[in-house]
T-cell receptor, first 115, second 111 residues
């Protein structure tokens, strides 16, 4: 089954304790992204990647890091989480075609609470 | 600065009615305009998308109308059903996977 998986699905942590949210896709997609979703703000792109070793900042990259060492994986790293990073996080992947980016497939989400 | 502005924030429609959600954008370099549907506890799922060289795209009960000169696009849901009750997001992207989303519209379809 074609899918994007995220782990963990729920996470409670404390300020300053480094954490990693994993994302994996089995569709051989070149493009992957991380978003955060906050009430009233919609989804905001944190980082995106267009291929292995190619990553770029989205709209709200502060306080986050990513890496893309393999095509299927795109982990999101919070080196020193703060309460304002409490949010619902989504990973997404999409295929690149000659017409540009196509359908984005979203993971199930990771709900993070930073105390 | 919100790159994509979406309205209304919430919408209540009778079963069988037409639901209309509007979005506006500023940057003419956007080249892909998708709409996503999200149910509670789930990730967004692509509903329908359009590129700026087309003024309208229809898939079943869902239609995107695109006005390039006004920099606006809208989603029309015909014959709205209770199962359409969800949050809808418009988005716009530049070539290369950089996306901007609207703030979302919560649609409730009353039986």
């Amino acid at each position: 089954e074609a899918q994007v998986t995220q782990n963990p699905r729920y996470l409670i942590t404390v300020t300053g304790k480094k954490l990693t949210v994993t994302c994996s896709q089995n569709m051989n997609h070149e493009y992957m992204s991380w978003y955060r979703q906050d009430p009233g703000l919609g989804l905001r792109q944190i980082y995106y990647s267009m291929n292995v070793e190619v990553t770029d900042k989205g709209d709200v990259p502060e306080g986050y890091k990513v890496s893309r060492k393999e095509k299927r994986n795109f982990p999101l790293i919070l080196e020193s989480p703060s309460p304002n990073q409490t949010s619902l996080y989504f990973c997404a992947s999409s295929l690149r075609t000659s017409g540009g980016v196509e359908t984005q497939y979203f993971g199930p989400g990771t709900r993070l609470l930073v105390l | 600065q919100q790159q994509v502005k979406q309205s209304p924030q919430s919408l209540i429609v009778q079963k069988g009615g037409i639901s209309i959600i509007n979005c506006a954008y500023e940057n003419t370099a956007f080249d892909y305009f998708p709409w996503y549907q999200q149910f509670p506890g789930k990730g967004p799922a692509l509903l329908i998308a359009i590129r700026p060289d087309v003024s309208e795209k229809k898939e079943g009960r869902f239609t995107i109308s695109f006005n390039k000169s006004a920099k606006q696009f809208s989603l029309h849901i015909m014959d709205s059903q209770p199962g359409d009750s969800a949050t809808y997001f418009c988005a716009a992207s530049f070539p290369g996977n950089q996306f901007y989303f609207g703030t979302g519209t919560s649609l409730t379809v009353i039986p």
